[in-house]
């Protein structure tokens, strides 16, 4: 009964963000509320809630603190330098600007940290694709599918989770995936090139290649059409004008700065002792000298200190920051609901069980494969923690009695991270949605589809190359 109704209350929670009948945080609060009432423990509510948020807490501090650090940052024009490079490669294009998307946020997610991929990929494609009338679920799309395949470098986070589930070293575990990785990252940059192609047709894009020679000025004009109300607008760029992306954009509409160069919060004094400390923060990350959610809620008192010692001008960009985080911590202490209940009435632990049993006994010797398969919909509807610690080691079990070695298993449990990176359960993606203004539900079902194609990609691709 625990399993039907865990499957029920994760269906009933998509459909209703999916179809706008609730909203994310309501439905995350809401419906495994009245589901824990349905199994029985309505008087446990509040217990499990807790839990949840005790457990969530230090990710939800980490992104207040994450996004106010970055904010900073951003308004400082510790960015403007690699935006303007991706941009002169965008120039106005759709397509170009959709692939580079999918770079950036695989440039960006070396760091290992998604909600920091999210929010620097935004802020530098966002005003892009609002200019262009570019639809905003591909940026969200291709950067959540980017960042999810980078999600398996070993200081991501699902890598070292298997490594010490299994007591494997992560080496052993990663190295041998880069080559599937590798292919995994190649599919969404093709992806991300034919869903470019989709908006350039959709806008009426005419390429470099349809340039126009104008008769009275003989100059080059590149044409960009763009469907609106009852007629269309043509823009024209004219000799050198918009060689970087932006000058040759119409003005933003959406109150968005993005790289303005005369913004009065740039600080371009400091710009190498702000990218000095942003490199010491990431290092530190890494070498986990400290909690995350440390680290950031020092970084960011320092980085407003210094960058604006003025304390009215503390305050203006900590509140030009406050509906970001006040969005995502709220989100997260949502989805702790969610969690806290899922786990704490045990559904969680009887839907990985079923699944485990529905094994047919003639797999035994495809672990590997199984586990790669079914890592897409369990670290979709289960957070990383509760698959890694709780179900891949019943799964490497199940393959040691055919012998299939744990690295094998360890392996294919990494193939689902494209698809896991837009979970409702991964904090990171409500950065993403929050900041591009995306509905958490257009997101799930623009990217399901996409997200799940490349994580059989690299599965596939893994048991190509004999490493699954």
Known sequence: MLTILGFAMIATFLVLIMMKKMSPIAALVLIPALFCVFVGQGSKLGEYVLEGVGNLAPTAAMLMFAIVYFGVMIDVGLFDPIVRGILRFCKADPLRIVVGTAVLAAIVS?????????????????????RLGMSLVVMTGVAATANG??????WGGPTARAATALKLDAADIFVPMIPALGVGLL?????????GKRERKRLGYLSLDEVVQTDSEKETETVLVTAGGGGSESRKIVGGAGVDGTDALPADDDGFQGLDPNRDTLRPKLYWFNAGMTIVLLAAMIMELLPIPVLFLLGAALALTVNY???????????????????????VFAAAVFTGVLTGTGMVEHMADWLVGAIPEGMGPHM?????LLSLPLTYFMSNDGFYFGVLPVLAEAGAAHGVSSLEIARASLAGQALHMSSPLVPAVYVLVGMAKVEFGD????????????????LGAGILFGIV
């Open 309 to 331: 010692p003025n304390m009215k001008e503390q305050r203006a960009r900590i509140a030009a920051h406050a509906d970001n985080v006040l969005n995502v911590s709220g989100m």
């Open 110 to 130: 070396l760091d290992g940290d998604g909600s920091t991929t999210f929010m620097i990929t935004v802020s530098a494609m966002y005003p892009l694709y609002k």
């Open 187 to 195: 599919f969404v940059f093709i992806l991300a090139f034919v869903l």
């Open 368 to 372: 590997g494969i199984v586990t790669g």
């Open 443 to 458: 997101h799930t079902k623009f990217t399901v589809k996409w997200a799940a194609l490349t994580s059989l990609v690299v």
């Open 149 to 154: 395949v980078m999600n398996t470098l070993p």
